[in-house]
């Protein structure tokens, strides 16, 4: 189901995209307590700290003297990595996990799942089989089944999630809310 040949991340963090939580399976042998199974919320990442680290690193990437107007259109991309590399440091401080301030190791390797599409479409069985192969060998039978509960419930409210957002979508299209204008067919000019 998973390719498993791959080197096993120390650190794989869930995400639902809608949600305002996230999972983090922390599988290092060396952390307090042993393996274990987080839930994690959005609020906890993204305090005051974090937005202050956010200013300060986007005003250096912006106020350089040696930008030129090329330079300047690769801003977005440099943001995403600005985000992503916050984020992360966040959520391994939140792990409890020491780091140096001016390194970018989070002391581990970190997997990203996505939940989303077809991960998203996942039956129990098949949820159970995928966390078996991917995380079996390093966490115990007790705190696989308790990711397992956790991942499920958390599908559920994204799947939900999901749904009152195409409903809200559907609400504005019909009642003019979504804008002045809303493209229902669009020819491919032939």
Request: aromatic share 8%; hydrophobic share 35%.
């Amino acid at each position: 189901m998973f390719d498993s040949d791959r080197k096993s991340a120390d650190i794989t963090l869930c995400i639902f995209p809608h949600l305002r939580e996230f999972i983090a399976i922390d599988t290092r042998q060396d952390r307090p307590g042993g393996p274990a199974v987080l839930n994690l919320s959005i609020s906890n990442i993204l305090g005051e700290d974090f937005y202050s680290k956010m200013e300060q690193d986007f005003s250096k990437l912006i106020r350089r003297h040696d930008v030129g107007f090329l330079e300047l259109m690769g801003i977005p991309q440099q943001v995403e990595a600005v985000v992503r590399a916050n984020s992360l440091k966040r959520i391994i401080a939140e792990l409890g996990i020491n780091t140096e301030p001016a390194s970018n190791d989070p002391g581990g390797s970190v997997g990203v799942l996505f939940f989303s599409g077809s991960l998203l479409a996942f039956e129990k069985p098949q949820l159970h089989e995928a966390t078996r192969e991917l995380f079996g060998g390093r966490l115990t039978q007790h705190v696989l089944e308790q990711l397992n509960d956790q991942l499920f419930t958390l599908m559920e409210k994204e799947r939900e999630s999901i749904k009152d957002t195409t409903q809200q979508d559907l609400a504005g299209l019909i009642s003019g809310k979504s804008g002045p204008y809303v493209t229902l067919w669009e020819s491919s000019g032939k």
